[in-house]
């Protein structure tokens, strides 16, 4: 079965600094693994996406993520946090076939300290 | 393009009494979620159509909740009776059903059962 964890709840970065949000995953399959980001009272936005093409997946907003086969891993980075940063970041798995169910983590929020 | 849409944004009911949630899609999205996001919480899937007919309801409490996607377009999401722990977000997202996958989310409806 397909899981995934994020491994911090809370990240707190100072404007100007790298962001690091933490992501594991568990899949059986080849997997499909996306960043998700919501700001108060918002649906969540799709910020990148890997499916088993380049494993440094760039997306909006100067956000990437490395897919790390070996380590299970999908972080996410940016190299200098805004303001406007600030929301929760939902990591996601999904299996490449069947339903294609989304499997979501708790969600890490971020802070950014003027 | 029109994203995906919601209503209400928010509702406050008692328990006991019921509720009707409303979604529209991006047209031409076959695939339609309804999820349940409890504060501090990743969103939960509740129940997935594929066009109108029903692909995923194994996480969806049948005795007191029920959807519906009549023509393949709109859905309605129901509780009746509410409880107190039904006090969640519950967001709509669609998508083309393809092996991509990309979900695209409302922004949700706020619940407060009393």
């Known amino acids: 079965a397909q899981s995934v964890t994020q491994l911090d709840s809370h990240v707190s970065v100072s404007e100007g600094t790298p962001v690091l949000l933490r992501c594991n995953y568990s899949s059986s399959y080849s997997p499909s693994l996306f960043w998700y980001v919501q700001h108060p009272n918002k649906g969540l936005q799709l910020l990148l996406k890997?499916?088993?093409?380049?494993?440094l997946v760039k997306g909006i907003n100067g956000f990437e993520a490395e897919f790390k086969k070996s380590e299970t891993s999908f972080h996410l980075t940016k190299p200098s946090a805004h303001m406007s940063d600030a929301a929760e970041y939902f990591c996601?798995?999904?299996?490449?076939?069947?339903?294609?169910?989304?499997?979501f983590g708790t969600g890490t929020r971020l802070k950014v300290l003027a | 393009e029109a994203g995906v849409a919601q209503s209400p944004r928010y509702k406050i009911i008692e328990k006991r009494q019921s509720v009707a949630f409303w979604c529209n899609p991006i047209s031409g999205h076959a695939t339609l979620y309804w999820y349940q996001q409890i504060l501090g919480q990743g969103p939960k899937l509740l129940i997935q159509f594929q066009n109108n007919g029903v692909v995923d309801d194994s996480q969806l409490p049948k005795d007191r909740f029920s959807a519906e996607r009549l023509k393949g377009v709109d859905s309605t999401l129901k509780i009746q009776p509410a409880k107190l722990e039904d006090s969640a977000v519950y967001l709509c997202a669609s998508s083309t059903g393809d092996a991509k996958n990309i979900q695209y989310f409302g922004a949700g409806t706020r619940l407060s059962v009393l």
């Open positions: 890997y499916t088993s093409a380049a494993t």
């Open positions: 996601v798995v999904t299996t490449t076939s069947g339903t294609y169910k989304y499997i």
